[in-house]
């Protein structure tokens, strides 16, 4: 049997994904993960102590402003931990959100001028999210370990170990937001901005700086609305002891994945033929 480099296929149905050609461009991801982490710190005095900037600042100004002048509980945790923690979780998804929105306009001259499946550009924007989530991650552990020698009162539970499976919640659904976005963003160009806008704005609808205990019983549906909110609150139970861990919110958060990651694979496989015309 002869075997072809290139396969010339009739148009597709909107469910001829293709996924399989994922992994047989595996290498391809490899190279663009490696591209995305090494050209953040690149040319940098500081290299990748950026990565550890952002949050420790940004959970400086929460703990002066909302901990301390505005106080807001915290659950009896160390307004430092609290934050943080949430922090962590938020600045990755943030970041792959914003970021694979981009795919199609950031990528543009790419695209232009060789043929590789397109989806290998934000699955690997999601995995050197990762890599920075993990440089994060055990800037947070060195904090856990000094609280822990203080003697601060926080516990460690079983639910930490469910870690990988919040981070497969996370990139799920910053993966199919962004998608999406990046697929409508082709036509419309202030969509960008207001997503970025939007993104802001719903972290203070998750419980990134307040516990959910906080909020009235009245308003917390709205708070767990947000597909966020119960993988923050199920990483503070895992790490802290405190905050609100039940599977059936999970469940939700799951579901909203599922729901977005097939929606958006949906539009953005349909949206590669011939965006290329308007973008």
């Known amino acids: 049997m002869n075997t072809w480099d290139l396969v010339i296929r009739p148009k597709s149905k909107w469910f001829a994904l293709h996924l399989d050609d994922l992994w047989r461009y595996r290498d391809l991801i490899g190279l663009f993960v490696r591209r995305d982490f090494v ?36 659950d009896g945790l160390p307004k430092v931990l609290f934050y943080l923690s949430g922090n962590v979780l938020w600045i990755y998804f943030s970041e792959c959100l914003t ?27 999601i995995l050197s999210g990762l890599l920075r989530f993990g440089l994060q991650f055990v800037f947070f552990g060195l904090f856990l370990v000094y609280f822990a020698a203080a003697e601060t009162g926080f516990t460690l539970t079983w639910a ?21 976005f990046s697929s409508l963003t082709t036509k419309y160009r202030d969509l960008r901005f207001l997503l970025e806008f939007g993104v802001r704005l719903v972290m203070y609808a998750t419980t990134v700086i307040y516990p959910l205990s906080s909020i009235p019983e009245k308003w917390k549906w709205l708070v767990l609305a947000n597909p966020m909110t119960p993988i ?3 990483f503070r139970y895992g790490f802290l002891g405190a905050g609100t861990f039940n599977w059936l919110h999970l ?17 953005f496989t349909k949206v590669e033929r011939t965006f290329m015309d308007t973008v």
Do not use: C, D
Request: aromatic share 12%.
């Open 39 to 74: 050209a953040q710190f690149k040319q940098t005095v500081l290299g990748p102590i950026w990565f550890v900037l952002q949050p420790l600042i940004t959970t400086i100004m929460f703990t002066i402003v909302f901990g301390n002048i505005a106080g807001l509980s915290t």
């Open 232 to 234: 923050i609150e199920a």
């Open 160 to 180: 930490a170990a469910l870690l990988p499976v919040l981070l497969l919640l996370m990139a799920g659904i910053s993966l199919g937001l962004g998608i999406i």
């Open 251 to 267: 469940g939700y958060s799951f579901g909203f994945m599922i729901v977005v990651l097939v929606l958006g694979t949906l539009i």
């Open 99 to 125: 970021k694979t929105s981009n795919t199609f306009s950031a990528n543009a001259h790419l695209f232009g001028k060789v043929y590789f499946p397109r989806l290998t550009v934000p699955v690997s924007i």
